[in-house]
């Protein structure tokens, strides 16, 4: 008798498909290394130095290894009380809990904050207890509005020299500056979707590109969460803070 058939061999089982690869929030801040931070800025060299303000120094940074893709950085360092506006690089006492308490604020409010193009991004962070604290952000080199409007200015100069500016940039047309509102005013429209107030609008705190023609709102410094109430015009609302803050020459008269 002839021998039964062999059954067809199964087919092999299909293989599950592979799990999905998870990345990491490129809108999220990457907590960095004061060392790396240092030598990137060549020990915060005064050669670095791109501004200097009440909050502290803002610095240009090599590309940093933690944010290949970004290139030049600029690395602002937090003046601690009674270091004179430099951020000096020795550890914290009491007095500096504010200056960290600030950074932190501004860290938490540029997270919660959807990314729009007109609005600097936060890159990273470095809160190490031995150093001041330490943000960093995308380095714009066409310096501050106020920097363009006034560029033959002793400090203008010094800040866009530091910048590659080898002499002061040709004055922006009109079109330009309205651009540069344009920009600013859709920043302002995006944070306050969000219930979020700047608190500090001014030209210095308006960067723009190489090329003059984008602008982004930058120093969440004073920034706060706003609590919505309802106007008395209809499909209006209005929002409210407690106290007031920021830069005298540009506060709201009213």
């Not at 933690?66 to 950085?73: E, F, R």
């Not at 400090?155 to 002499?167: K, Q």
Request: aromatic share 4%; proline share 10%; hydrophobic share 45%.
């Amino acid at each position: 008798a002839a021998a039964p058939a062999a059954a067809p061999a199964a087919a092999p089982a299909a293989l599950p498909p592979p799990p999905p690869v998870v990345s990491p929030s490129t809108n999220a801040p990457l907590e960095l290394t004061y060392n790396e931070l240092s030598a990137s800025t060549s020990n915060f060299a005064e050669s670095a130095l791109v501004g200097v303000g009440g909050f502290g120094s803002v610095y240009q940074s090599e590309a940093l290894p933690s944010l290949p893709q970004q290139g030049a950085c600029a690395v602002k360092r937090l003046t601690l009380m009674g270091d004179g506006g430099r951020g000096r690089a020795g550890g914290r006492g009491t007095g500096a809990d504010s200056s960290l308490k600030e950074a932190m604020k501004e860290v938490e409010l540029l997270g919660r904050c959807t990314p729009h193009p007109n609005l600097l991004p936060l890159l990273g962070y470095c809160f190490e207890p031995a150093h001041a604290p330490c943000l960093v952000f995308p380095l714009c080199l066409g310096g501050t509005l106020e920097d363009r409007l006034m560029p033959h200015s002793a400090a203008a100069r010094t800040r866009l020299l530091a910048l590659g500016w080898a002499a002061p940039p040709a004055p922006l047309a009109w079109r330009v500056r309205l651009a540069v509102l344009r920009d600013a005013a859709r920043a302002l429209a995006h944070l306050h979707g969000q219930h979020l107030l700047h608190g500090d609008v001014k030209p210095s705190n308006i960067l723009l590109d190489a090329a003059g023609s984008s602008a982004r709102l930058a120093d969440f410094g004073l920034a706060r969460v706003a609590k919505r109430q309802e106007s008395a015009v209809p499909s209006a609302s209005t929002m409210s803070v407690s106290g007031v803050k920021g830069s005298a020459a540009f506060l709201d008269p009213i």
